[in-house]
């Protein structure tokens, strides 16, 4: 069965997919902070650790996906690009989470003394047994860009976990592998399939999913298009692109490439 489950937002309605989740979540008491976050990425590697996310604290990461604490992702797309793979070790043990949000704020950095990196709570309840922590905790991680295709979730190496359960698949709708549990919409006929094992299996919409990237409906096309797909917006000018969530911002026109990667198709007025 054929199942077109689009996202409601419209490209007039779309957000700027900078500040993220993560970029906007915490600093109310910490001044100067305008929603921008840092590229840099340190030499040796070391991060003061913040979370985000979480119950009471659900939001729409900008590669997709939602920062509800239950899965096991991260900030810094900025400094690494969406869906990169990141091995983050400390206390004797180890995980591996997805960069899917932009953040923290150059603010929360200043504060702290050092780069930060923002994760999902599930992340420091494995390394330190703690559900959450902040900038003035001061607890430092060592990060690591590994493979895209390492699964997420505690590594292989760590003594106290069992490894990660299922591989990961290559999906041509977003452009990059995507974790085990994860569901797309398939650009080629509209149909959800979920990875499971290595492979896509058939599923009739996104209940269940770890993640779920659907199709978004857009007033210019007069259709439901799917995942990374851009579109110049008729009712404003302003480049948006599909997210598998809704529709957001900015697009780079000269590299025709938006919040999760190349555009899969370009649709100017």
Same mark, same amino acid.
């Given at each position: 069965?054929?199942?077109?489950?689009?996202?409601?937002?419209?490209?007039?309605?779309?957000?700027?997919?900078?500040?993220?989740?993560?970029?906007?979540?915490?600093? $109310?008491?910490?001044?100067?902070?305008?929603?921008?976050?840092?590229?840099?990425?340190?030499?040796?590697?070391?991060?003061?650790?913040?979370?985000?996310?979480?119950?009471?604290? @659900?939001?729409d990461m900008s590669c997709g996906g939602y920062a509800d604490g239950t899965t096991w992702y991260a900030a810094s797309r900025q400094r690494y690009g969406c869906g990169a793979k990141l091995k983050v070790e400390a206390n004797g043990k180890c995980a591996v989470v997805s960069a899917l949000d932009y953040g923290p704020d150059v603010c929360v950095e200043k504060a702290?003394?050092?780069?930060?990196?923002?994760?999902?709570?599930?992340?420091?309840? @494995?390394?330190?047994?703690?559900?959450?922590?902040?900038?003035?905790?001061?607890?430092?991680?060592?990060?690591?860009?590994?493979?895209?295709?390492?699964?997420?979730?505690?590594?292989?190496s760590d003594p106290t976990e069992p490894p990660p359960t299922g591989l990961t698949c290559p999906s041509e709708t977003l452009g990059r592998d995507v974790d085990d549990g994860v569901c797309v919409q398939a650009a080629s006929d509209a149909k959800w399939y979920q990875c499971s094992g290595g492979a896509w299996v058939d599923k009739s919409g996104p209940t269940g999913c770890s993640q779920a990237f659907a199709f978004c409906s857009s007033a210019t096309?007069?259709?439901?298009?799917? $995942?990374?797909?851009?579109?110049? $917006?008729?009712?404003?000018?302003?480049?948006?692109?599909?997210?598998?969530?809704?529709?957001?911002?900015?697009?780079?026109?000269?590299?025709?490439?938006?919040?999760?990667?190349?555009?899969?198709s370009w649709n100017p007025l």
């Open positions: 069965m054929l199942i077109l489950s689009a996202c409601t937002v419209g490209e007039d309605e779309a957000t700027e997919a900078t500040p993220g989740a993560s970029v906007s979540t915490p600093n $109310a008491e910490l001044p100067n902070c305008n929603g921008q976050a840092s590229t840099t990425i340190p030499g040796d590697g070391k991060y003061v650790v913040t979370t985000f996310g979480g119950p009471g604290d @659900h939001q702290a003394g050092r780069a930060v990196m923002d994760l999902s709570p599930l992340v420091t309840k @494995h390394l330190f047994d703690i559900s959450g922590a902040g900038w003035s905790d001061g607890i430092v991680v060592n990060v690591t860009e590994v493979d895209k295709a390492t699964p997420v979730g505690p590594c292989s096309l007069g259709r439901d298009v799917p $995942a990374r797909t851009c579109v110049q $917006a008729a009712s404003t000018s302003t480049w948006n692109q599909c997210n598998g969530q809704g529709w957001v911002t900015p697009v780079d026109t000269a590299d025709q490439s938006g919040p999760i990667g190349a555009c899969s």
